[in-house]
């Protein structure tokens, strides 16, 4: 496709730098809760065409579409019917080149996400693999096995899926297929040289309507060792992420296998032989020196830092992680990221006012009722942390209506639940569905600006208050703050390091980008003295001059 020249007064990086990527603040679209532009109650494509002006306007880089695919909706996207095409619900393929090409125009980049694990079971080479049978070449391209027991009653491993239960379904002949996730989306075998091409023409494919860039959804799962006989793991923890650290590196039967990074390096030929290369960015929830092999130049070069995203409110753990993701980008030849919510998580608003050690499942299953949440100082906290991460050498990754200091949806009634975490679970987690809440644009209508109808997922009242009719151009508002971060820090941007300060009060975290500016954050409970300095932005007003609590200022030096 031809992209029109920029006309915008939003620079357009790849045009000075194909290394635009490394220090870039990338916006996360999730479709169908951003803009609905046909009043169906589900965004659409349309719809995110229709409100770029607002992510041009608050100052972001790019934007990263979460899964637009044809797909069931088993989870929630991320079960995609045709890698290559656009869900009827959300548009077409022409919406989808008119949304890039008007995202180019202002000078936006598109990041799209690609789900390799896995395909739907609505796919058309899983509808093969169980019209063909055993044995065929058409069940190899999943992982299908016999199953144990006297007559292969039991599935074949105990490795269990991410959202609960067995991670293996049995089919009418007998046969058991693996499902790390939901049973509606079977696991392709990596092992297989058709699958391994698809996925290369997949790329191109959206590399040659324009995407500057792929997120890859469990990028560290997709080689598994289908060595036989299997393994047993011996434990059901063991099938999570988090026991990596039992294993060996490389050494889990399908979490971080080493024989993944063959498969990005593939991938790195094909995104280099665009002008300019198209980046990618993985999702491995894995330890930080097993995740900088994903961030290196011959592979994907960026992957999510989720150590950053768990850390507590806290200035001794949040600077041992800096440094570490630094460290560990900087080995792999990266850029850190940096990133505090997304579509998978409770919003940072609402999660930073939870007293340390939380049982986020528990607290959403009591509508977020146990604890109560003081709302007002989780949003202090919220924006102070905003600045913090904004002031950090690397991308920051900013999910859709964080800039609004939305507030995770806890009180969802069971009832309209669409997160298949909530059945698979035995309704023991309720799932993730209170940060997908579609967005409020204006304080009034159905859905609060979302589309002429309702949504899909209800919106509570007092979303209102949060709309960006409410917040524009009001001094002080969350949304005012973004864009005066993101403006600045675009002028202020210079390098991919930082000098500590060690002589500073307990609790509080202060570094220099350059010999020009510097941040301090105040994570503690008591007002503390500033060092001098011009201030440039404040996440909160000060207290005659001194920061007080949970407060992140950028200083002039």
Same mark, same amino acid.
């Given at each position: 496709?031809?992209?029109?020249?920029?006309?915008?007064?939003?620079?357009?990086?790849?045009?000075?730098?194909?290394?635009?990527?490394?220090?870039?603040?990338? @916006?996360?679209?999730?479709?169908?809760?951003?803009? !609905?532009?046909?009043?169906?109650?589900?965004?659409?494509?349309?719809?995110?065409?229709?409100?770029?002006?607002?992510?041009?306007?608050?100052?972001? !880089?790019?934007?990263?579409?979460?899964?637009?695919?044809?797909?069931?909706?088993?989870?929630?996207?991320?079960?995609?019917?045709?890698?290559?095409?656009?869900?009827?619900?959300? #548009?077409?393929?022409?919406?989808?080149?008119?949304?890039?090409?008007?995202?180019?125009?202002?000078?936006?980049?598109?990041?799209?996400?690609?789900?390799?694990?896995?395909?739907?079971? +609505?796919?058309?080479?899983?509808?093969?693999?169980?019209?063909?049978?055993?044995?065929?070449?058409?069940?190899?391209? @999943?992982?299908?096995?016999?199953?144990?027991?006297?007559?292969?009653?039991?599935?074949?491993?105990?490795?269990?899926?991410?959202?609960?239960?067995?991670?293996?379904?049995?089919?009418?002949?007998?046969?058991?297929?693996?499902?790390?996730?939901?049973?509606?989306?079977?696991?392709?075998?990596?092992?297989?040289?058709?699958?391994?091409?698809?996925?290369?023409?997949?790329?191109?494919?959206?590399?040659?309507?324009?995407?500057?860039?792929?997120?890859?959804?469990?990028?560290?799962?997709?080689?598994?060792?289908?060595?036989?006989?299997?393994?047993?793991?011996?434990?059901?923890?063991?099938?999570?992420?988090?026991?990596?650290?039992?294993?060996?590196?490389?050494?889990?039967?399908?979490?971080?296998?080493?024989?993944?990074?063959?498969?990005?390096?593939?991938?790195?030929?094909?995104?280099?032989?665009?002008?300019?290369?198209?980046?990618?960015?993985?999702?491995?929830?894995?330890? #930080?020196?097993? +995740?900088?092999?994903?961030?290196?130049?011959?592979?994907?070069?960026?992957?999510?830092?989720?150590?950053?995203?768990?850390?507590?409110?806290?200035?001794?753990?949040?600077?041992?992680?800096?440094?570490?993701?630094?460290?560990?980008?900087?080995?792999?030849?990266?850029?850190?990221?940096?990133?505090?919510?997304?579509?998978?998580?409770?919003?940072?608003?609402?999660?930073?006012?939870?007293?340390?050690?939380?049982?986020?499942?528990?607290?959403?299953?009591?509508?977020?009722?146990?604890?109560?949440?003081? +709302?007002?100082?989780?949003?202090?906290?919220?924006?102070?942390?905003?600045?913090?991460?904004?002031?950090?050498?690397?991308?920051?990754?900013?999910?859709?209506?964080?800039?609004?200091?939305?507030?995770?949806?806890?009180?969802?009634?069971?009832?309209?639940?669409?997160?298949?975490?909530?059945?698979?679970?035995?309704?023991?987690?309720?799932?993730?569905?209170?940060?997908?809440?579609?967005?409020?644009?204006?304080?009034?209508?159905?859905?609060?600006?979302?589309?002429?109808?309702?949504?899909?997922?209800?919106?509570?009242?007092?979303?209102?208050? @949060?709309?960006?009719?409410?917040?524009?151009?009001?001094?002080?508002?969350?949304?005012?703050? @973004?864009?005066?971060?993101?403006?600045?820090?675009?002028?202020?941007?210079?390098?991919?390091?930082?000098?500590?300060?060690?002589?500073?009060?307990?609790?509080?975290?202060?570094?220099?980008?350059?010999?020009?500016?510097?941040?301090?954050?105040?994570?503690?409970?008591?007002?503390?003295?500033?060092?001098?300095?011009?201030?440039?932005?404040?996440?909160?007003?000060?207290?005659?001059?001194?920061?007080?609590?949970?407060?992140?200022?950028?200083? #002039?030096?």
């Amino acid at each position: 496709m031809t992209v029109r020249p920029t006309t915008s007064s939003t620079p357009d990086l790849s045009s000075k730098d194909p290394n635009w990527w490394r220090q870039a603040v990338i @916006y996360q679209v999730y479709p169908r809760s951003f803009a !609905d532009a046909d009043g169906d109650g589900l965004g659409d494509l349309r719809g995110v065409t229709q409100r770029l002006t607002h992510l041009s306007a608050l100052g972001v !880089d790019a934007l990263w579409l979460s899964p637009f695919y044809p797909s069931e909706l088993a989870d929630g996207g991320y079960d995609v019917d045709d890698y290559r095409d656009v869900d009827p619900r959300l #548009g077409t393929l022409d919406d989808f080149d008119a949304m890039a090409a008007e995202a180019h125009r202002l000078g936006l980049k598109v990041i799209v996400d690609l789900v390799p694990n896995h395909s739907s079971h +609505r796919h058309a080479w899983f509808r093969e693999a169980l019209d063909a049978g055993p044995g065929s070449a058409a069940r190899d391209r @999943y992982v299908f096995r016999d199953g144990r027991g006297e007559h292969g009653e039991l599935p074949p491993t105990d490795w269990q899926s991410v959202f609960g239960g067995s991670a293996w379904k049995r089919v009418p002949d007998g046969q058991w297929y693996l499902h790390l996730f939901t049973p509606e989306q079977p696991d392709l075998n990596w092992d297989n040289e058709q699958v391994r091409a698809d996925f290369r023409t997949t790329l191109k494919f959206w590399c040659d309507r324009g995407v500057d860039g792929f997120r890859v959804d469990v990028a560290h799962a997709l080689v598994k060792d289908l060595t036989e006989p299997l393994r047993d793991l011996g434990a059901p923890e063991l099938s999570s992420e988090a026991a990596l650290a039992e294993f060996a590196p490389g050494a889990h039967p399908f979490y971080d296998r080493d024989e993944v990074h063959e498969v990005y390096r593939d991938w790195r030929k094909i995104l280099d032989a665009y002008t300019p290369p198209r980046m990618a960015v993985a999702e491995a929830w894995v330890p #930080g020196a097993r +995740r900088a092999l994903y961030a290196r130049p011959d592979e994907l070069g960026q992957a999510f830092n989720f150590e950053y995203l768990q850390g507590g409110w806290d200035a001794a753990e949040l600077r041992e992680i800096i440094t570490g993701s630094l460290a560990d980008a900087r080995a792999a030849g990266a850029s850190a990221t940096w990133v505090l919510s997304n579509h998978d998580v409770v919003r940072h608003a609402t999660r930073l006012a939870l007293p340390p050690g939380t049982d986020t499942d528990a607290w959403l299953l009591s509508g977020g009722h146990a604890p109560a949440v003081d +709302r007002r100082a989780g949003l202090r906290r919220g924006r102070a942390a905003t600045l913090l991460m904004l002031a950090l050498p690397g991308s920051a990754y900013v999910y859709q209506g964080e800039e609004l200091g939305l507030p995770e949806v806890a009180d969802l009634p069971t009832e309209v639940l669409q997160d298949p975490i909530w059945e698979q679970t035995g309704h023991v987690r309720k799932g993730r569905d209170g940060c997908r809440v579609p967005l409020p644009w204006t304080t009034g209508g159905p859905s609060y600006g979302f589309g002429a109808g309702g949504a899909w997922l209800p919106q509570p009242p007092d979303f209102a208050s @949060y709309a960006v009719q409410a917040q524009d151009g009001v001094e002080g508002s969350t949304l005012e703050l @973004y864009r005066k971060a993101l403006r600045l820090r675009r002028k202020l941007l210079d390098g991919e390091s930082l000098t500590w300060a060690d002589d500073v009060p307990a609790g509080v975290l202060q570094f220099d980008r350059t010999d020009t500016w510097r941040c301090v954050a105040n994570l503690s409970g008591t007002t503390v003295d500033l060092p001098a300095g011009e201030v440039l932005l404040s996440s909160a007003p000060l207290d005659d001059g001194r920061l007080g609590p949970d407060t992140t200022v950028w200083l #002039g030096r």
